[in-house]
């Protein structure tokens, strides 16, 4: 079994060409639930949805949002009627998010009701919440404090970050389920989403970096140059304090790290990266930087 530390799209572009590779029942998923919000009355946990999205067969890879070929009649009828959401959200993709938020209104855990939502989407894979208590990451900027799909989707990163804050109730603590799938790992793989609102809220959970620093850790940087491949990992990683490359990245990880893995055109030098081709543009490219991963992986624990 393999456990990936997942966000929202560089993450699940890798998973699109593990799949091909591994039964989806040998492949457990943590995700970042720290860009959850609560949306017209239900709850939207968008990268969970991707990942669950792309495990069912439904996830639109064009956008790496949502359910492929949805319609969007209520998001429409809401804009048009003074209602304002800042998001566009599908019907069915709101189906899901209405059926979680009554589920966590009566009570379930976030992990009981992801895994029940996905088993009877027919889901393999095991998704797991890195978390059941609400976790948001925020973005300090010019304009005040901004929840970060505020800042990304209806500003569209234009504002100038001067810090990230996470902000909760109670500190986030790793459930038992996601201790358990590191410790049952054959090894645990960092995909290349984004360090500071994908990654970073998963390993601050209390017990997940413990648990890593047992296994055999590889991770992917997002980075080329002082580029992400996608989002605002630039901007943010310099708000975070750290270099916005992969070395800034390798620095991130380090005391965890076992492999990590780069971009064969990255001209920054990792000493003792591995090179591979991390663009993943389409699924036979996803299929060929999962097979290379997979190598790294069972070539350390066979």
């Given at each position: 079994m393999i456990t990936f530390l997942s966000g929202g799209t560089g993450t699940?572009?890798?998973?699109?060409?593990?799949?091909?590779?591994?039964?989806?029942?040998?492949?457990?998923?943590?995700?970042?639930?720290?860009?959850?919000?609560?949306?017209s009355g239900n709850h939207l946990s968008p990268d969970l949805d991707t990942v669950m999205y792309l495990f069912?067969?439904?996830?639109?890879?064009?956008?790496?949002?949502?359910?492929?070929?949805?319609?969007?009649?209520?998001?429409?009828?809401?804009?048009?009627?003074?209602?304002?959401?800042?998001?566009?959200?599908?019907?069915?993709?709101r189906a899901v998010h209405i059926l979680r938020g009554e589920m966590l209104r009566k009570g379930?855990?976030?992990?009981?009701?992801?895994?029940?939502?996905?088993r009877r989407m027919g889901v393999a894979a095991t998704l797991l919440p890195m978390a059941d208590t609400p976790v948001s990451t925020l973005v300090d900027t010019d304009l005040g404090l901004l929840h970060f799909q505020d800042y990304w989707v209806k500003h569209r990163g234009a504002p100038r970050v001067k810090?990230?804050?996470?902000?909760?109730?109670?500190?986030?603590k790793a459930t038992p389920e996601v201790i358990r799938a590191i410790g049952k790992a054959d090894g645990v793989v960092i995909g290349p989403s984004n360090p500071v609102t994908s990654i970073s809220p998963i390993l601050e959970c209390a017990g997940v970096v413990e648990a890593l620093?047992?296994?055999?850790?590889?991770?992917?940087?997002?980075?080329?140059?002082?580029r992400p491949v996608s989002g605002p990992a630039g901007e943010l990683m310099r708000a975070w304090g750290s270099e916005p490359t992969s070395q800034g990245i390798f620095d991130l990880y380090k005391d965890i790290l076992d492999v990590f893995v780069q971009d064969i055109r990255d001209p920054v030098k990792v000493a003792g990266a591995v090179r591979?081709?991390?663009?993943?543009?389409?699924?036979?490219?996803?299929?060929?930087?999962?097979?290379?991963?997979?190598k790294l992986v069972q070539g350390k624990t066979s």
């Open positions: 699940p572009k890798l998973l699109r060409g593990v799949r091909s590779l591994l039964p989806d029942k040998e492949i457990t998923v943590v995700v970042n639930t720290a860009e959850d919000l609560w949306i069912a067969g439904l996830a639109d890879t064009t956008t790496w949002w949502g359910i492929t070929g949805d319609s969007f009649t209520t998001h429409d009828a809401l804009n048009a009627w003074g209602g304002g959401e800042l998001l566009r959200i599908g019907d069915r993709d379930m855990r976030l992990t009981d009701a992801a895994g029940l939502i996905s810090e990230v804050v996470r902000r909760f109730a109670e500190p986030p620093s047992r296994k055999f850790v590889v991770a992917v940087s997002p980075f080329i140059g002082d591979l081709d991390t663009l993943m543009r389409d699924k036979p490219a996803s299929e060929a930087l999962a097979r290379e991963i997979l």
